[in-house]
């Protein structure tokens, strides 16, 4: 396995099928999560749907760059989603973060190796294998966040 085929399973293990560190992932947590459940609000923490919104937002932005666009994404507006108002914005919104992680692993699993070291976008990110990594980071942190609200919702 390459090492950029062994970073896209370390990224599809946390967002579509892996069991390895939480024993979960981002597919089966928010499967059976409802549009209410979704949208509510904790004490003031951001709620399931804006999370998914939030790692979504990252995914597909860097996901445009491996596909050879540009990296517009800018952090001030992770948190920019639009009212989700139906059942139905609530799908759109999970199927977008799963179909995004998708494509995400698969076009990573072909970077040749010997890009992994090298430059991402500009010298200040560091390399691919750092930003990638941190990616994974960031959607643990983020599904640890999930896991917690669902138990504190439903309790």
């Known amino acids: ?3 950029a085929q062994q970073l896209a399973h370390r990224f599809e293990e946390v ?4 069991k390895w560190v939480t024993n ?3 597919k089966e947590i928010l499967e059976d999560i409802t549009f209410k459940e979704a949208v509510s609000s904790y004490n003031n923490f951001n709620s399931i ?4 919104f939030h790692i979504n937002f990252y995914i597909q932005g860097v996901l445009e760059f491996l ?3 540009e990296l517009t994404i800018k952090d001030a507006y992770s948190f920019d989603m639009p009212v989700l ?3 139905s914005d ?3 919104l999970r199927t977008l973060l799963l179909d995004n992680a998708h494509s995400f692993a698969h076009k990573l699993s072909q970077l040749p190796d010997e890009n992994i070291e090298d430059t991402f976008v500009k010298e200040a990110y560091g390399n691919y294998n750092r930003n990638i990594n941190g990616m994974v980071s960031h959607c643990y942190y983020h599904l640890g966040q999930i896991v917690l609200l669902k ?4 309790s």
């Open 1 to 3: 396995m390459t090492q």
């Open 49 to 52: 749907a804006l999370l998914t």
């Open 85 to 87: 108002k139906t059942e």
């Open 90 to 92: 609530w799908g759109k």
């Open 67 to 69: 596909e050879g666009g």
């Open 24 to 26: 979960t992932n981002f």
């Open 151 to 154: 138990k504190l919702i439903r």
């Open 15 to 18: 967002l579509l099928n892996g």
